[in-house]
């Protein structure tokens, strides 16, 4: 009689939305899973933290065809999560990206077979949504199951799945090395060195610590959030959440936040990066304040530009802002599942899935060629 085959040893590092979603992943295929983060997660260290996230299912920031191809696999990993953690995570209030009519993103989509999605003219935007004055030369999509999600509750929800399906939670452990070894990967951390047969690298903005020389870097986001000005408030209901490109190089988004009273707005700025995303990088200064309102004073005129509160948060970003998926060629056996660079939350439970395959040896399903993180960066990204 043949013995059962032993399922590999994995250890998935960072217990983010990525981490998570594979350790979920890897335990719902009975795999042998340990799931290390250096802090308790969910927690406000992580690029899971700042209230919301926005899910989509019409690619905008997604530039390649394999991300795209992930975007509605992620909403659904999300609304299954949800729904086996029998809790709400998702607040579904439709979506709008705006761009330019000839931006070639807005060109670029295919909406003859996308289900709830439609293009809208300036005027439509207008009445429709008079949150936003469009330019002249602008248009929009609307995106009816674009959504919000709450990242520190749904990490939760996927965490919890994944040990009630017999994933190892090794928290408040940190990592410090990871040795390929022959036939698998040492991993050393505050407790000792183990080895498994493959690891998922999914550490965020921390990612580069464990993986020297890897071309990424730890951005600074900031988050601001502003009540409506005084008999504006009407607009707060019905806001759907949006990313907005109001001109070439400039981009907004946000969405209704969970007090019931304010909108929480996001600003592609260059905020700063840093080297210990532990310890630096969270205070707000007055300057990074100001540029927000500026912003917000000019953008979104019908909300107080001095803001309600505001955070600092910190993602991985990579050199030509496109996620790594895959393996280096001097680093057998650890899966780079990292720097997914501003807009990885909603992809979180189909890189996890992926991630997941990856790591058992079975194809990924899609194109990761453009995601490995041999590429060459692609040049002149947008934003
Ligand atoms: C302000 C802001 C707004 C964003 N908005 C959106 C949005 O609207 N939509 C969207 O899709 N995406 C958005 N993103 C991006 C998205 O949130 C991130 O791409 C995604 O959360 C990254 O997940 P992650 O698992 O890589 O990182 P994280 O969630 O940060 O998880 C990494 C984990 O690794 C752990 N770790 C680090 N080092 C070690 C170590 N040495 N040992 C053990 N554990 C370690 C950390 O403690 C952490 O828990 C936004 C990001 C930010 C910061």
Redesign the pocket.
């Known amino acids: 009689m043949k013995s059962p085959r032993k399922s590999p040893r994995i250890a998935v590092?960072?217990?983010?939305?990525?981490?998570?979603t594979t350790a979920l992943a890897l335990a719902g295929e009975g795999a042998d899973v340990t799931i290390?983060?250096?802090?308790a997660?969910?927690?406000g260290?992580?690029?899971?933290?700042?209230e919301?996230?926005?899910?989509?299912t019409v690619p905008y920031l997604e530039k390649t065809p394999g991300e795209a191809a992930l975007l509605v696999q992620?909403l659904e990993g999300w609304e299954r999560i949800e729904k086996e953690a029998g809790r709400p995570l998702i607040t579904r209030c439709g979506g709008l990206i705006i761009d330019d009519s000839s931006s070639e993103r807005l060109a670029a989509l295919d909406l003859s077979s996308a289900a709830g999605v439609e293009s809208l003219t300036r005027n439509a935007v207008g009445e429709r949504f008079p949150q936003f004055e469009v330019g002249p030369e602008q248009s929009a999509v609307f995106d009816a199951r674009a959504g919000i999600i709450d990242?520190a509750a749904a990490?939760e929800a996927a965490l919890e799945l994944a040990a009630s399906r017999g994933a190892r939670c090794r928290f408040n452990?940190?990592?410090?090395d990871l040795r390929p070894v022959d036939g698998g990967v040492e991993v050393r951390?505050a407790s000792g060195t183990e080895t498994y047969d493959r690891v998922v690298l999914?550490?965020?903005?921390?990612?580069a610590?464990?993986e020297p020389g890897l071309p990424m870097y730890a951005r600074r986001?900031?988050?601001g959030w502003f009540t409506p000005r005084p008999g504006m408030e009407h607009l707060l209901e019905g806001c759907p959440?949006f990313v907005w490109t109001p001109e070439p190089g400039q981009f907004v988004?946000g969405g209704r936040s969970y007090d019931g009273r304010t909108l929480k707005v996001?600003i592609d700025w260059d905020w700063g990066a840093v080297t210990d995303?532990?310890s630096q990088g969270r205070e707000v200064a007055e300057s990074d304040r100001e540029a927000m309102q500026e912003s917000v004073r000019a953008l979104l005129p019908w909300l107080d530009p001095v803001g309600d509160r505001f955070?600092m948060?910190?993602?991985?970003w990579s050199e030509d802002k496109i996620?790594f998926l895959g393996e280096r060629p001097d680093r057998p056996n650890i899966i780079l599942?990292?720097?997914?660079?501003?807009?990885?939350?909603?992809?979180?439970p189909a890189l996890g899935e992926t991630a997941a395959r990856l790591a058992l040896g079975k194809e990924p399903g899609i194109d990761i060629e453009p995601l490995s993180p041999n590429r060459r960066p692609v040049s002149a990204p947008a934003p």
């Open positions: 590092i960072g217990a983010g939305a990525i981490g998570s290390y983060d250096r802090f997660p969910p927690h260290y992580g690029a899971h933290a700042g919301s996230r926005l899910l989509r992620g990242p990490v452990e940190r990592v410090h951390s999914a550490a965020g903005a921390f990612s610590g464990l986001l900031l988050l959440s988004y996001g995303p532990a955070e948060h910190i993602d991985g996620g599942a990292t720097a997914w660079s501003g807009y990885g939350f909603k992809l979180a």
